[in-house]
């Protein structure tokens, strides 16, 4: 976002788009179809979500002690821990494990779009392919992603049946059985070529040291798993203490993500191992024989000592708030960027840095407050704007 004058041309465009029209208008009705469904069946998810919120409060403020907990207990486990203290830190580290000439497969990462890791590495000479479907959507469509969990939220299926029609050259469909078939065809092999897989993670636990990735398609287990090496980055608002508490912050999560049970649940804590020949612990058995972990901190332990933006850092990333969102609902990530509408002009602010583009999505914002009705953190948004607005007229 160069400018405010820019901001605003994009996100009238885009409001006058009919295709985004289409595309969301479907997505959020089906999302807020599933959503009433898991809760139905789970009622206790709005009771375990109060818990939640508990927890992270608790967690935010000690950031730093449970990285170091968590760095100490995947070294032990024969993994490799490192915590960055700002994004170029982090892509330094990333940078150095990768090298170039690599095939890299990338799950969805919101941490990882934050600090601009695929085009980094792809600026380093190695190969990165986007494995989430909506992610591989916008990377070959040569767009950015326009939700944190449904990246190609924006685009119908009519335009997905052209790109990979272009792709393939196939005249598809506008089936999107047909058009996922094709994308798994496309990506199949690159899974089993690639020289490294990234991923981030849900939820880590300290004690530990386990990362809970959460996913329907199947890509981050092959992601991480088929590749030799794996490599996580995790912002550390993503830490809590106990292995039962990254449960219950998971179980939250999935639910208000759109699931009832997601399809895949895997919990990482170190390279693959075996003790099947005389009970000798080797590392590198089936799945990767390297395991590297870094834990970002990019501004947010300063952000936990701000009394109301903290609450940013609570955030789940499940996405609904977006659905919710009237502006979104008609503009889709054009109100954002790496994170969207409200919430998102905390994040430019307090962690990008951009106070012009913080200014131009808080003035965005209507602080209508639906965000926070469907949010399972409850977090207050519409207080963060104003106390935004306030920081950013102040020039703080």
């Known amino acids: 976002m160069a400018g405010f004058g820019e901001y605003k041309k994009e996100i009238m465009d885009a409001a006058h788009n009919e295709r985004i029209r289409l595309a969301l208008s479907r997505a959020i009705k089906q999302y807020r179809a599933n ?79 934050e600090i601009g890791l695929r085009e980094h590495l792809e600026e380093g000479g190695n190969e990165v392919y986007e494995t989430d479907l909506g992610e591989f959507i916008v990377q070959k469509l040569g767009s950015r992603p326009m939700h944190i969990l449904a990246p190609a939220v924006h685009v119908p299926k009519e335009d997905v049946a052209r790109l990979l029609s272009g792709i393939t050259c196939e005249e598809l469909p506008a089936d999107v059985e047909v058009l996922v078939a094709t994308a798994r065809k496309l990506l199949r092999e690159k899974f089993f070529n690639a020289d490294i897989g990234i991923s981030g993670s849900n939820v880590v636990a300290a004690e530990t040291g386990s990362l809970f990735l959460i996913e329907n398609e199947g890509n981050i287990r092959l992601a991480t798993s088929a590749p030799p090496v794996h490599i996580a980055l995790v912002g550390m608002e993503k830490l809590v203490p106990t292995l039962n508490e990254a449960w219950k912050v998971a179980e939250v999560t999935w639910r208000y993500a759109n699931y009832t049970i997601p399809q895949y649940i895997s919990i990482v804590s170190g390279p693959s191992s075996t003790g099947d020949i005389e009970k000798v612990i080797t590392y590198g058995a089936h799945g990767p024989r390297e395991f590297h972990v870094i834990f970002l901190d990019g501004g947010r332990t300063e952000l936990a000592r701000h009394p109301e933006l903290r609450q940013v850092l609570y955030c789940l990333r499940c996405g609904g708030c977006l659905y919710e969102c009237p502006v979104f609902g008609v503009t889709a990530g054009h109100f954002g960027d790496k994170y969207f509408t409200g919430i998102g002009a905390v994040w430019a602010a307090m962690i990008s840095g951009d106070r012009e583009k913080a200014a131009a999505l808080a003035y965005t914002c209507l602080t209508c407050g639906r965000c926070k009705v469907r949010c399972p953190m409850k977090i207050n948004v519409p207080e963060m704007v104003v106390e935004l607005r306030k920081l950013l007229a102040e020039g703080a």
């Open 35 to 113: 959503v009433d469904k898991a809760l139905k069946a789970f009622p206790q998810t709005v009771k375990l979500a109060e818990e939640v919120r508990e927890i992270k409060e608790k967690a935010i403020g000690q950031m730093d002690k449970l990285a170091g907990q968590a760095c100490q207990v995947i070294e032990a486990n024969h993994g490799k821990a490192y915590i960055a203290k700002t994004a170029e830190d982090a892509l330094n580290i990333i940078g150095g494990l990768v090298g170039s000439g690599k095939l890299v497969v990338k799950a969805k990462s919101m941490t990882s779009e």
